[in-house]
């Protein structure tokens, strides 16, 4: 599987942003999905998770009301809608896939490259 995200960018603190991850493969239906972050000079860190039925999402406290993850399983895709952003969102994001229930540690089996999230105070 090989994942691609977009979507990143410069937005003010309040804005809005909405994640892109485009999954390959014909078996997108069966993995379980998230996404992570990384700040500089801080550890990747868990964000959001859903599973591959998308019957079971999880999120970090702090984007809890704020952020929610969807897929859509015909299109390969999976979605991060970043509401109310603040500037602690700053960092780099990633989506990521693994076969079997969704987790929220960071057992996934394949990362897309990242992309840059910026929010200004």
């Known amino acids: 599987v090989q994942l691609q995200a977009s979507g990143g960018g410069l937005v003010q603190a309040g804005g809005s942003l909405r994640l892109s991850c485009v999954a390959s493969g014909r078996t997108f239906s069966s993995y379980s999905m998230g996404w992570f972050r990384q700040a500089p000079g801080k550890e990747r860190e868990f964000v959001a998770a859903i599973s591959y039925s998308a019957g079971t999402t999880y999120y970090r406290d702090s984007v809890k009301g704020r952020f929610t993850i969807s897929r859509d399983n015909a299109k390969n895709m999976v979605y991060l809608q970043m509401n109310s952003l603040k500037p602690e969102d700053t960092a780099v994001y990633y989506c990521?896939?693994?076969?079997?229930?969704?987790?929220?540690?960071?057992?996934?089996?394949?990362w897309g490259q990242g992309t840059q999230v910026t929010v200004s105070s």
């Open positions: 990521a896939a693994r076969r079997g229930v969704v987790v929220t540690g960071p057992a996934y089996d394949y």
